[in-house]
Each structure stands twice: as C-alpha cells, then as structure tokens.
C-alpha cells in the first residue's frame, strides 16, 4: 500500500520568505510523486511531477521539488512567496503497476502568506 | 485545449434521494477517476474508468457508482443519499496508459446533502 504524509497542516511565511511544504511518501515500488495546489472553490491544479527522470523537478509558478530516495521525501519549495501562492497544497503518489491511475493523497498543508 | 468540465457545478439534494454527476475529459483522454473531498477525510479515490471499464475501485460502498462512455464521457451515481455524501466530487482525466501519467482535474461537483 502507498500513502503520503504532509507535516504540517498550516505553513505561513512572509511575502518573499522560503516557501517549505513537506512531503514524505511510503511505497514499495518505484512512485510517481506529484504536487497540486488547490485555490478556493476550485479543483486541483498540477504544479509538478515526478517520474524518475531527474531528482529536482521544477514546476509552474516558480516552485520545484527534489526527490530524495534514501529520505523518502518530496518535499515542495520556492524561493520567494507571493501573495497569490496562499492555498492549500497536496502531494500525491502513484505507481505504474498495470497501468493503475489511482492517486494516493496527503492531508494538505494551507499555505498562508503574510505582507 | 478545453480542461475538464464537470457539471452540474452546485447541487443540493435530500435524504434518500439519488443523484447523477457528470464529466467531461479533455480531448484523447481515455481515463476518468473520480474523489471524493471532504474536511475530514480529505481527498479519497472513488474509481477509475478506462475505456469504457472500471479498472480501479476504491472503499466505498455500493451505492456509489459509475459508468464510461464511448466518447470517454463519465458519470457517477450516488443513490440513497446519506447526510456524509455532502462534498466536492472531482473526476480527473488522463491518457490513462501508465501510472505516471499526469492527472488533470474538473472544478468539482459540489453537493449538499440536507
């Protein structure tokens, strides 16, 4: 079974601080990690992903995360947080076994910034 | 390129009653899964649909239900609705053919339950 642990279920930063929104992940098999980030009343929207290509994955909206094996982590960051980045924001996992498209969740983590 | 839709966007519904979700894939798409949102139990994975197939269930009961078109259309039936149904149902579309496949998602159903 997979499944994902956020740490942290508010994070609030200053506008222009280090965003840090932690992920770590629990599979035995090879995962496929993903971030997407949820505005109010909207859907979720993909930031990045993983695949086993390059550790450091960049995003949309400045963000990017390195996948680091030996920690099982995915941890999601930008360097300098705006205003419009408060939402919430989720990791997911999934691997490529026959083909299943399920998506495993973590709790999320509200991202809050502050002038 | 159109994103998924999702309708009816709000929907508001009584004890007992049934009710009919609809989803739209972007074009060439053939999966459709569907979640469920709730404050708390947040995002849970309902099942996917690939051509036309269910090919991934997840633990609900059996009054949650779904069916592929042949156009990769998707819907999702809820009968004898239950106070807890209340949530944000989103179906998100994929090419479906290997688990790493990105995932996008629809605005979301949400339904209330009174």
């Known amino acids: 079974a997979q499944s994902v642990t956020q740490l942290g279920s508010h994070v609030s930063v200053s506008e222009g601080a280090l965003v840090l929104l932690r992920c770590n992940y629990s599979?035995?098999?090879?995962?496929?990690l993903f971030w997407y980030v949820q505005y109010p009343n909207q859907g979720l929207q993909l930031l990045l992903k993983?695949?086993?290509?390059?550790?450091l994955v960049k995003g949309i909206n400045g963000f990017e995360a390195e996948f680091k094996k030996s920690e099982t982590s995915f941890h999601l960051t930008k360097p300098s947080a705006h205003m419009s980045d408060a939402a919430e924001y989720f990791c997911a996992v999934t691997s490529d076994t026959g083909g299943e498209n399920k998506l495993t969740f973590g709790t999320g983590t509200q991202l809050k910034v502050e002038l | 390129k159109a994103g998924v839709t999702q309708t009816p966007r709000y929907l508001i519904k009584t004890r007992g009653q049934q009710v009919t979700l609809s989803c739209s894939p972007i074009s060439g798409h053939r999966s459709v899964s569907w979640y469920q949102q709730t404050p708390g139990q947040g995002l849970q994975f309902l099942f996917e649909?690939?051509?036309?197939?269910?090919?991934n269930k997840g633990n609900f009961p059996g009054r949650f239900s779904g069916r592929q078109f042949s156009n990769s259309r998707s819907e999702m039936n809820v009968s004898t609705l239950e106070l807890g149904d209340s949530a944000l149902y989103l179906c998100a579309s994929s090419f479906g053919d290997r688990g790493g496949n990105e995932q996008f998602f629809g605005p979301g159903t949400r339904l209330t339950v009174l």
């Open positions: 993983y695949t086993s290509a390059a550790t």
């Open positions: 649909y690939f051509s036309e197939t269910q090919r």
């Open positions: 599979s035995s098999v090879p995962p496929y």
